[in-house]
């Protein structure tokens, strides 16, 4: 749950907790889960539901469960492009430095969404859409927001979303997962060992601090990202990361 802000507005914070224990619930929960996850009196989360469902931002299903609301769709994919927006220049900056394809993407639900790209001047390129979902296990986005959950959240979305193995390189199972994990927390990026399509490689690296998990990432083929490309890359995505996070914390 977020940390509550000094001076803020009682009733708006209360409704953004509630939101945010939906989502961390799986988008879906009882108001009788909802009352041992917070403790807001039962009458006063019953208000804010209707208040919420009101404007769209939750649904009461027909198994009088709730849900997140369509009104945050709208939100979302706005608040995305805001965020790519953001993010341009560093990945901009990447491409020039690196000539390689620069990607930032978030977490969504179980997850990876592609929300800005900056392509590669070569005519040899990964192509990515903006705006496309992609699995976290066999992603280097993917995996570097991964290094930054608890390991029960790990275990939840990959047993949730599954893990296809699109290539032989792809890790298939949990416990290799955590262990490539745990790799990554300690060099403090992700790589995507041709783990996603055959004849690619990937380099990226979690944005500290932002309010949602995201990554950046630079990416093209294994004969052009080798062992020297890596020494320039490190650098250059920790300093573009970093940036960004800063960026972020001036818009707040």
């Known amino acids: 749950m977020a940390q509550k802000v000094t001076g ?10 509630l939101l945010e224990l939906i989502t961390n619930a799986g988008g879906e929960v009882t108001l009788s889960e909802l009352s041992t996850f917070t403790d807001l ?13 009101s404007l769209g931002y939750a649904r009461q299903l027909p198994n009088r469960r709730y849900s997140l609301g369509p009104s945050l769709i709208r939100l979302g994919e706005v608040a995305n492009k805001q965020l790519g927006s953001l993010a341009r220049p560093q990945l901009k900056m990447l491409v020039d430095a690196l000539g390689e394809t620069a990607n930032m993407a978030i977490l969504d639900s179980d997850m990876v969404v592609y929300i800005a790209q900056v392509p590669s001047p070569h005519s040899m390129r990964m192509f990515t859409e903006v705006g496309r979902r992609a699995h976290l296990h066999d992603t280097g986005v993917g995996k570097a927001i991964l290094a930054q959950l608890d390991d029960d959240t790990v275990r939840n979305i990959v047993t949730h979303a599954g893990m296809p193995t699109p290539t032989p390189n792809s890790i298939g199972n949990v416990n290799d997962l955590m262990t490539d994990l745990g790799q990554i927390r300690e060099r403090g990026y992700s790589i995507d060992e041709e783990e996603q399509e055959l004849g690619v490689r990937c380099f990226s690296m979690a944005v500290p601090g932002s309010p949602t998990p995201m990554a950046i990432s630079v990416s093209g083929p294994v004969s052009r990202v080798d062992d020297k490309f890596s020494a320039q890359a490190v650098p250059l995505l920790r300093q573009a990361a970093k940036t960004i996070a800063e960026d972020l914390t001036l818009k707040v």
Not at 8 to 17: D, I, K, L, M, N
Not at 41 to 53: A, F, G, K
């Open 8 to 17: 803020g507005v009682q009733s708006v914070e209360r409704a953004f907790e």
């Open 41 to 53: 009196p039962l009458p006063t989360i019953h208000r804010l539901l209707r208040t919420l469902v």
